[in-house]
């Protein structure tokens, strides 16, 4: 079950976030429930002039990878610096990329991450770019060198699932590099359909922080998605669009064709 | 010009006062329930839906609201407040307003901190622990006007990761300068949309010119500032009419400049030096309704509650729809580093230290944010 982005092997394929937890603490407790390897936070909550900053110190020790976002930039230019940053500050040259200059749905800009991709890829990073589900934009991010693609299954913390299957269905096919179903996903079960459909992994902030109870949240989380993937490489059973009668309607032909052989 | 090019100022004109003050009483529960279930089935409310939120009609359907409203603000927000706090630079005006304590007709000593000041202000500033900063001026554009900013400004944004501003509106231009400088929003309150109301209580200086000062989130649009405060000041006339504006403001704002985040905060009345009865008053249980209401009305909204309000309405009222309070705020200049109370702006009701309100925060289920923006952001001219 285990997979590679660019030099990280992982043997969970749930990815989490740092924000919105009421307190460190329970961040920590249902990172740790959820068994994810890799944690997204937000250059912009880190208080870097601090040593014991609230949300870096207890994901250090807790030992799991951190891959720092850019959330907050508004154009490439902001990104790329944000990236530096987080290199210089965190010692990791993994960046997940985040451009979203639209502060209502936090909508990707497509064309201010194929840029800040580009430079970041040049400089060394390895860059896991957050966009819409554009499958033409993911075949574009991979050629300038991007190691994984993070097409969105619903507008971030909507919670509504994968409203946009069809678009990841082609995604997925297409892809050379790993695909991560990020935001939108609200419940396990989308998780399970992110993984049933092929992606190598998911990444939920909001539905495991704002739940009732986070670690018990977690939890599901890690089980869903290793159900769907699970599901995913035993291979599903086909759908049929037609109906199999017990009764076919046409199976007298069998019998009238037999009569007049006879 | 087009529809979507005219300005809110033409909007404005299309809406009456005393009409939409009338539609209110007209609400009945038949619209609340319709709002409340469009809110619920994730469609997005219209204008007509905010009104029935704050009409009287809604009063009954106050817990409802409350569940919902913190339904969404935990969804966009999750369980944080964001905390800041204001440094007052100045308390000199050029304006008569009835309303406020730093009118130019109140006899208080007046206070610019110099540069020195300024920097005993940051330090003590800091020593509380805050790392976003609202700079409140006063409106005296010749004494604390671009050349004061020119100076205090690069000296604030050395120490602070995001800094708002609460100045008198400026230029298209001098946003633009303030913006390059490093100032990561501006609020600018239009105090009431009531042009009447407006002219009764701006009685001298340059606050008086109603028009100038209502289009300034669009000067600030222009720009492409980073965030934009706008609000009314709850009491000057009917409440709700105004805090209807306000909504309508957002909207057209929102449509014509896509790019800005933007806040409302909802100052009452409070007693100050040469106090004025509001007008209209709004009860705590309105304040909650209207809380929810913006929150329904606009799920991404910033709603900020400041030390106006006391610390057991704060403490209860954060998980409704707030999103950032301020904590300690000294309204005087100067009021970190030495206190002068004789100063001050008005008087605040939270005189919690820092710490406190943290712990509050903390509490009540949520992590007090003290960090929340990248330095490099919003700056057009990164190094």
Redesign the interface.
């Known amino acids: 079950m285990v997979f590679t982005i660019a030099d990280k092997t992982f043997s969970s394929r749930l990815f989490s976030g740092t924000g919105k937890f009421a307190d460190p603490s329970l961040m920590t407790d249902a990172i740790l429930a959820s068994g994810t390897e890799l944690v997204t936070m937000a250059m912009k909550r880190v208080d870097l002039n601090k040593s014991d900053d609230d949300i870096l110190s207890p994901l250090v020790k807790a030992g799991v990878h951190l891959l720092p976002n850019t959330s907050g930039a508004c154009t490439a230019e902001e990104a790329v610096f944000a990236a530096r940053l987080a290199r210089e500050a965190l010692g990791t040259h993994w960046v997940k990329l985040e451009i979203h200059p639209d502060p209502k749905y936090l909508m990707p800009d497509p064309i201010e991450t194929l840029k800040a991709a580009e430079q970041l890829v040049k400089e060394g990073f390895v860059v896991l770019p957050y966009v819409h589900a554009d499958p033409v934009l993911c075949k574009r991010l991979e050629l300038v060198g991007c190691q994984a693609v993070m097409p969105l299954g619903a507008p971030i913390g909507s919670n509504k699932g994968l409203k946009t299957r069809d678009f990841l269905e082609i995604i997925i096919e297409q892809a050379n590099v790993p695909v991560i179903v990020d935001a939108g996903i609200g419940a396990p079960s989308h998780a399970a359909e992110a993984m049933e459909l092929g992606a190598d992994a998911v990444l939920v902030n909001t539905a495991i922080a704002v739940s009732a109870q986070p670690v018990v949240m977690a939890k599901a989380f890690k089980q869903a998605v290793e159900a769907g993937r699970m599901a995913y490489e035993a291979g599903l059973a086909a759908t049929s669009v037609h109906a199999n009668a017990s009764s076919p309607l046409t199976a007298f032909l069998d019998e009238i064709e037999s009569v007049s052989v006879d | 010009m087009t529809g979507s090019e005219a300005s809110f100022a033409q909007h404005l004109s299309g809406y009456h006062w005393d009409d939409i003050k009338l539609s209110f009483g007209a609400k009945t529960a038949a619209d609340v329930e319709r709002a409340l279930s469009r809110s619920a089935n ?1 469609t997005r409310l219209d204008l007509n839906d905010f009104m029935a939120l704050i009409s009287p009609a809604a009063e009954p359907y106050l817990e409802q609201m409350a569940q919902r409203s913190l339904q969404l603000t ?7 407040i964001q905390l800041y706090v204001p440094l007052y630079l100045s308390n000199l005006c050029s304006n008569i307003c009835t309303y406020c304590g730093f009118s130019m007709h109140n006899a208080i000593r007046r206070k610019t901190l110099d540069m020195v000041e300024l920097d005993a202000e940051i330090a003590a500033i800091k020593q509380l622990g805050f ?1 976003h900063i609202l700079l409140v001026t006063g409106e005296s554009e010749r004494k604390v006007g671009m050349e004061y900013f020119r100076q205090a400004v690069p000296k604030i944004r050395e120490n602070f ?1 995001h800094v708002s501003m609460e100045v008198q509106p400026l230029s298209t231009q001098e946003y633009q300068e303030l913006k390059d400088m490093g100032v990561d929003s501006i609020l600018v309150y239009q105090e009431t949309y009531s042009r009447q109301t407006y002219a009764e209580h701006h009685l001298k200086g340059k606050k008086n010119d109603f028009d100038w000062r209502l289009a300034t989130p669009e000067r600030l649009g222009q720009v492409g500032m ?1 965030k934009v405060g706008i609000g009314a000041l709850i009491g000057l006339d009917d409440w709700r009419v105004d805090c209807f504006m306000v909504a309508a403001h957002l909207q057209y704002l ?1 449509k014509r400049f ?5 806040s409302i905060s909802f100052p009452r009345l409070r007693p100050c030096t040469g106090g004025l009865e509001p007008k209209s008053v709004m009860t705590d249980r309105q304040l909650v309704q209207l809380i929810c209401a913006y929150r329904m009305f606009n799920p ?1 909204l910033e709603l900020s509650l400041s030390t106006r309000e006391s610390a057991a309405f704060r403490d209860h009222a954060l998980p409704l729809g707030i999103t950032s309070m301020s904590a300690y705020s000294r309204t005087q200049p100067g009021g970190y580093a030495e206190a002068e109370p004789a100063l001050e702006q008005f008087s605040i009701s939270d005189e919690r230290h820092p710490k406190y309100v943290a712990q509050a925060i ?1 509490e009540r ?3 007090p ?6 330095p ?4 057009s001219a ?1 190094e």
């Open positions: 994730q935990q969804q966009r927000f999750g369980k944080t790392d990761s980073n929102e896509w790019q800005t985040r933007y991404e903390v289920g949520y992590q944010v003290w960090t929340d923006w990248q490099a952001y919003g700056r990164i």
